[in-house]
């Protein structure tokens, strides 16, 4: 069974940047997506590759600010976020889908527990 664990969330000043990772056990190379959910909101799209061509793609309010790439042989997953904003306070999940493109949250199947991303002013 494919698990997942995030880490490298925390506290940031807005202009800075955080890098969360996303550890994939007995993965099986499908794609990999990163969402949030800020309090009171749905889960939403962030980012997602697709393992075996690296294939990226974006949720358009982070698109030149963060970037998705993939270590193979660690099997992990980052988000590198840059020039945080205030409204880019969440807990960030990852999770695995056997499809691509797959930008909507029920197209995965397993998530990881989140990791708290809070941007201050």
């Known amino acids: 069974q494919v698990q997942l664990e995030e880490s490298g969330g925390g506290l940031v000043q807005a202009g800075g940047s955080l890098r969360l990772s996303c550890v994939v056990s007995?993965?099986?190379?499908?794609?990999v997506g990163w969402f949030r959910q800020a309090p009171g909101k749905e889960r939403e799209f962030v980012a997602t590759?697709?393992?075996?061509?690296?294939?990226?793609d974006y949720a358009y309010s982070v698109k030149d600010r963060f970037t998705i790439s993939r270590d193979s042989a660690g099997n992990t997953v980052y988000l590198e976020m840059n020039n945080l904003k205030l409204e880019d306070t969440a807990v960030y999940y990852c999770a695995t889908s056997p499809l691509w493109p797959a930008r909507d949250k029920s197209q995965y199947y397993e998530w990881g527990q989140g990791t708290q991303v809070t941007v201050s002013s």
């Open positions: 007995a993965f099986r190379g499908y794609t």
């Open positions: 590759i697709r393992w075996t061509t690296g294939l990226s």
